[in-house]
């Protein structure tokens, strides 16, 4: 088990260690600008884990609201801490904060591949809504290839819960 996770709003100082999470643990990674621009335009928050004398963090979730929506935009989770519920407990205080800032549906997009993930938004009550076909290219390398992939769109009602 983990000791002394916490999940807080991300702020400006945890640009750095979000730039480094992304890097490491995001097979696609967004790079320094992205992740500095959702850190300034998104709501974001942060898992942590450690004690007050050293803490890291090891996961982050950027999303987007408009109105009664919020768009999940990106989820990571350290690879070296991943299957022991930290995204669904992440997950979990962005449904919960957004619910009670007047948001009343989620919705997100995600590589048809991302089985992971898929499974992570089907366990807390997902549901797929559409499919774009051939909505993100696939890279390998670093090279971008010819072939593409479909987005698969799901939706979370939140008043259904
Ligand atoms: C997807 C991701 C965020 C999951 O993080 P995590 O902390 O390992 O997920 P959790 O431990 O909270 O998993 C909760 C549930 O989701 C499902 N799940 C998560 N990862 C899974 C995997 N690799 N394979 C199958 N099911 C998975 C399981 O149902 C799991 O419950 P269980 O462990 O009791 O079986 C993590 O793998 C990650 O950062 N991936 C790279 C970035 C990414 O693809 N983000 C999503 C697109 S934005």
Redesign the pocket.
């Known amino acids: 088990m983990i000791p002394s996770v916490s999940i807080r709003l991300a702020v400006e100082s945890d640009l750095l260690p979000i730039i480094q999470l992304d890097a490491l ?4 990674p967004w790079g320094e600008s992205l992740v500095a621009d959702a850190l300034q335009t998104r709501k974001n928050w942060v898992v942590e884990l450690g004690d007050a004398t050293q803490k890291s963090i090891v ?1 982050w979730l950027t999303a987007s609201m408009v109105l009664d929506q919020s768009e ?8 070296s ?11 979990m205080v962005w449904l919960e904060t957004v619910a009670q800032l007047g948001v009343s549906e989620l919705l ?1 997009e ?2 048809e591949s ?11 009550g997902f549901e797929l809504v559409g499919r774009r076909k051939n909505y993100y290219q696939i890279e390998k390398k670093g090279q971008i290839e010819q072939d593409h992939e479909a987005a698969c769109l799901f939706t979370l009602k939140i008043e259904s819960l």
């Open positions: 643990s995001n097979p696609h996961g999940l935009e990106l989820i990571v989770i350290d690879s801490v991943r299957r022991q519920g930290l995204a669904r407990q992440l997950m997100l995600v590589r991302n089985l992971g993930a898929i499974s992570l938004y089907e366990s807390l």
